[in-house]
T-cell receptor, first 109, second 113 residues
Framework: DAKTTQPNSMESNEEEPVHLPCNHS???????IHWYRQLPSQGPEYVIH???SNVNNRMASLAIAEDRKSSTLILHRATLRDAAVYYC??????????FGAGTTVTVRA | DTAVSQTPKYLVTQMGNDKSIKCEQN?????MYWYKQDSKKFLKIMFS???????INETVPNRFSPKSPDKAHLNLHINSLELGDSAVYFC????????????FGQGTRLTVV
């Protein structure tokens, strides 16, 4: 499985933006970049995904580097409910989501 | 209306017992999965079924056997439970294998004593 590297943890203040980096230097041309998050005591939840272009949805934005070797998940205004573990995953066309250790996001009130 | 539902939510059992965890999805998806999250919080895929056929079978002991009676259900049966089987087990489903997002259940916390 192609590997991603994320910081272990990040802290943010409520209502401020959060930028979560992810490095994936071994990404192949057909790998999609997926982000999931896991709130405490819940199952993982899909956040966003992209291939080459930047993507926006109601939860977050995904900025993908031009060489695709890194990406950044942007939470525009963090709330206490955004405290979770965020996983950056390279998904191939093979049914499998391979989770790493993720980034634990703490939001301060 | 819960998209992916698992039962039971909690399961405490003794070593050596046999137990099952049930999963149902009402999203009309073709693919279902079982993941295991251990005490260190790593999520690992165990099995995947597509239209009732097994397509992913990671290195999981033979004591674990998935069964898919139809494409909306994927159950996990575990024989001769061991202490190391204690974990949270998540069921998930997705429409396709490529770009589609996966939907996860709330998890079943299995404790073997």
């Amino acid at each position: 499985d192609a590997k991603t590297t994320q910081p272990n943890s990040m802290e943010s203040n409520e209502e401020e933006p959060v930028h979560l980096p992810c490095n994936h230097s071994t990404i192949s041309g057909t790998d999609y970049i997926h982000w999931y998050r896991q709130l405490p005591s819940q199952g993982p939840e899909y956040v966003i995904h992209g291939l080459t272009s930047n993507v926006n949805n109601r939860m977050a934005s995904l900025a993908i580097a031009e060489d695709r070797k890194s990406s950044t998940l942007i939470l525009h205004r963090a709330t206490l409910r955004d405290a979770a573990v965020y996983y950056c995953i390279l998904k191939r066309n093979d049914y499998k989501l391979s989770f790493g250790a993720g980034t634990t996001v703490t939001v301060r009130a | 209306d819960t998209a992916v539902s698992q039962t039971p939510k909690y399961l405490v059992t003794q070593m050596g017992n046999d137990k099952s965890i049930k999963c149902e999805q009402n999203l009309g998806h073709d693919t279902m999965y079982w993941y295991k999250q251990d005490s260190k919080k790593f999520l690992k895929i165990m099995f995947s079924y597509n239209n009732k056929e097994l397509i992913i079978n990671e290195t999981v002991p033979n004591r674990f056997s998935p069964k898919s009676p139809d494409k909306a259900h994927l159950n996990l049966h575990i024989n001769s439970l061991e202490l190391g089987d204690s974990a949270v087990y998540f069921c998930a489903s997705s429409q396709d294998r490529g770009t589609g997002e996966a939907f996860f259940g709330q998890g079943t916390r299995l404790t073997v004593v």
